[in-house]
């Protein structure tokens, strides 16, 4: 009787042995969750500059013998093409021509007066336009020539591709005592028009 006992008490102690260790198991199973992949995110900001488009090009034909001219060939607001004759003077080699394709933006009433103001007499815009920007002294690490950056006009969704054609050495601003700013020239390839307003981004690696 007592061996029958103990065998219960042995057999009943085993069963509950292997049903903890059972239940340690099942447990275990539920606490263990995958660690999470972390990718890693590059951080990138923009800095956003107001630009106008210019003319790429501006020529400005002065006069040298105003009884030398003949004849003015274009008019005010005329597109012309490169190597067009403008002005036709007394002496063939002394005649003005475009040096590039553009539009005629001023001509002078008279010759003789243009000369006597020392204005210029004829002012041609090149078709080609630029976007001009000032950028200050402590940005110009963000960009250098042939940057290409989003040019987008103001109060507008459109935007296009731009390239810096140009950083100036010298600011605009040498004689202040403040923070020196410097002209950057981004050439664009659009129809936008002379003095359009538009914004420039560059984008700054978050890190910096």
Request: hydrophobic share 40%; glycine share 6%.
């Amino acid at each position: 009787m007592k061996k029958f006992f103990y065998m219960t008490l042995i057999s009943v102690g085993v069963i509950l042995t292997i049903s903890s260790v059972l239940n340690l198991i099942e447990g275990s199973k539920t606490t263990i969750k995958p660690k999470p992949v972390v990718e890693e995110v590059e951080l990138t900001e923009e800095i956003i500059y107001s630009g106008k488009v210019l003319p790429k090009f501006t020529g400005n034909f002065f006069v040298t013998n105003a009884l030398e001219v003949k004849d003015v060939l274009v008019n005010k607001g005329e597109l012309v093409k490169e190597g067009q004759l403008l002005i036709k003077t007394k002496y063939r080699k002394n005649n003005y021509y475009a040096p590039y394709d553009g539009i005629i933006h001023y001509i002078g009433e008279d010759a003789k007066a243009a000369k006597l103001s020392a204005n210029p007499f004829l002012i041609l815009l090149s078709v080609e336009k630029i976007v001009m920007i000032e950028v200050a002294e402590y940005e110009l690490k963000y960009l250098q020539r042939g940057d290409v950056l989003r040019v987008e006009k103001s109060n507008s969704d459109h935007s296009i591709e731009g390239v810096i054609s140009d950083i100036s050495l010298l600011p605009v601003n040498i004689k202040s005592l403040d923070t020196s700013y410097y002209e950057t020239s981004i050439d664009i390839t659009t129809e936008y028009y002379y003095g359009s307003s538009v914004l420039v981004y560059v984008r700054v690696d978050g890190n910096d």
